[in-house]
């Protein structure tokens, strides 16, 4: 049986005596004293600000679409009447007695 030896990392989890625990060459893309700036402020706006930036990213293509032509009274009405002509949801949805009196 082999026995083995741990020994931890100098400076903690993550570290080792060649590299810093901030990634590739101490800090990655942004550098080391960013990143331990960005490590130091509150937490709540920093996340709050991070999945605002994230929204309006993800906003900004669909931003000036045109909507689907689902979405086209016409259509709709079309779908209406459809689903009454067949009789679908007759107990509470289009083709039920109350929705016939509300539509006239």
Known sequence: MVRVWYEPPPYGPGTDLNRSPYGTQGGGLFGKA????????????????????????????VANQKLPFTMDPEYQAATRAYMRYHNMNPIFGISSQRQRNIDG
């Open 34 to 61: 960013t990143l331990e700036k960005i490590s130091r402020m509150r937490q709540g706006p920093l996340m709050a600000g991070g999945v605002l930036f994230s929204l309006v990213l993800c906003y900004l293509p």
